[in-house]
């Protein structure tokens, strides 16, 4: 018998799918409901110190096998959203809270409220997200995809906390394997290798404008699958600390896929557009059943299996 | 490889005509034919420049909108032109759902949340049901949507809080008389959401089956961002019509909306 039973950062998880960051997850009811439907491990709407509206709309569209998406950080601020995610008392999934900064002293500053609302809290880790590609002043836009800049981030962050700390790169952001390499030497304990790859743009031939309302955004889904595997493929022989995979995995085999190159654990975001809200489920009974198929008793027999 | 189906397109369209409902509220009637579209769903209407928000389909042919005038995307519909282009997406959203045995149903609107309700009514109507409707708002000049249910209903029963128009009280007084009285399969509510809680309420009492639309602040329309999340489903691709039922486990039914930004309002 196969069993998707899982540890994460100590706590028993019952699978290693992670709702992706930006995905649901505006509510704790919204994220008690990705549980429900099957999720081992859930990421909070990105934090930032003060509320934001997020980029005017269209907020999202459509493209060949993937969506493009501009939210712009939609959320109600540091303090609020801990008020709302608080207090995280599921016995089998964890909970991810993310914070994006504009520098080491915002990141710092956030991880420091999350500190502080400790056990009130009950998060099992932080993700720092240092790579949107759409969004003026943060990740990418703020030039934060240096070995350098990573290195002051986490390090900034861990200085006011104990939690696991996650940090998120992008395919977008090149040399990530110098970037996971320094988060790694700074401390972190955990690469979220995985965010939508871009920015890209999709225009309207009617309206003769993009769509977008921000005009361009980042490209998720099915898509950008390929260049995560290869991503996390590369980081995996770089470093020691576990890998969470996103980008593109919207079944088993993807899930499976994405395990073998090195991911201890399955970021997935988009798959929620193409295979509905039940579909962390559904993909955790599509890794079961290969796993049962194949001979394989525990997900992490097949992590960086396809290292020789 | 993919269960659910995928809507984004976006699409095109001449504004047909465009009249004011009432001083806040324009309808706009769009060159275009929504054989897809079904009482209860939305469109994300967008302008360019400005923004996308979603609005309740009126009719699918032509394809009609009602507008309140309540930000600047809104306000920007509403001075759209005839012969000028509109774009949007849809339909979107969960139905109003209609059973083959259903005879006889009550739809009651609150403000302009007749728009939906009207569809519905004479949707209904086409498929040869009866229907009695009850629409209500704070003043005369509120009340939107009256001869074109009069086309398609039984009875149709105003309500306002002043007495301007109709029967001085509220819908809900109304309500409650027709639903204890009178043998409907369903009640169908769309307005304001204590409104509609009440009638969840009074229809749960009387073990009458009952649906609700509700709204809430929405962006991606396709059950992806969750920043329209009420009690943990989304509004856009769980709702907006839920049954009374559902609802009224809701812990945010009647009770608290989210911002644009995601923050809890009351």
Known sequence: MSSLDSRFFGKKVKNPLVLASGVLGVTKASLETVCDNGCGIVTTKSLTPEARKGHDGPNIVETECGLLNAMGYPNPGIDEGLKEFAPWKRKDEALIVSIVGKDKAEFGMLAERIEAAGKVLGANAIEAVISCPHTPGYGMMAGQGTPECVCDITSAIKEKTKLPLIIKLSPSVPGEVKLAKSAEDAGADCINMGNSLGPGMKIDLNRKRPILGFGMGGLSGPAIKPIAIRCVYDIYKAIDIPIIGTGGITNGTDAIEMMMAGASYVGVGTAVYFRGPKVFGTIAAEIKDWMEKNGYSKPEKIVGAAHV | ?266
């Open chain 2, 1 to 266: 490889m993919f269960e659910e189906g995928t809507r984004l397109g976006m699409k095109s369209a001449k504004v047909k005509r465009t009249f004011a409902e009432n001083y806040r509220v324009t309808t706009v009637e769009i060159d275009h034919a929504m054989e897809e579209a079904n009482p209860g769903q939305f469109i994300m209407v967008w302008m360019p420049g400005i923004g996308e928000k979603p609005m309740s389909i009126g009719n699918r042919y032509p394809l009609t909108i009602s507008v309140a005038n309540v930000g600047k995307v809104s306000e920007a519909i509403g001075k759209l032109k005839a012969g000028e282009m509109i774009s949007f997406r849809g339909p979107l959203g969960k139905p109003f759902a209609v059973e083959k045995s259903f005879r006889r149903i009550l739809v009651i609107g609150g403000g302009y949340g007749v728009v939906p309700m009207y569809f519905l009514a004479k949707s209904a109507r086409e498929n040869g049901l009866e229907i009695v409707s009850v629409i209500g708002g704070k003043t005369g000049k509120d009340i939107i949507y009256e001869k074109q249910l009069f086309a398609v209903c039984r009875e149709v029963y105003v309500t306002t809080d002043d007495g301007t128009r109709g029967k001085k009280g509220t819908v809900m007084s109304e309500a409650e008389t027709l639903i204890s009285s009178k043998g409907f399969d369903c009640v169908y509510c769309c307005g304001p959401e204590r409104m509609m809680q009440a009638i969840a309420l009074f229809c749960e009492m009387h073990s009458i089956p009952c649906q609700v639309s509700v709204e809430r602040y929405m962006k991606c329309g396709v059950g992806v961002c969750g920043s329209c999340d009420i009690g943990g489903k989304t509004c856009c691709k769980d709702g907006p019509v839920f049954s009374g039922e559902d609802a009224l486990k809701l812990a945010d039914f009647g009770k608290a909306h989210h911002d644009a930004s995601g923050k809890r309002t009351v």
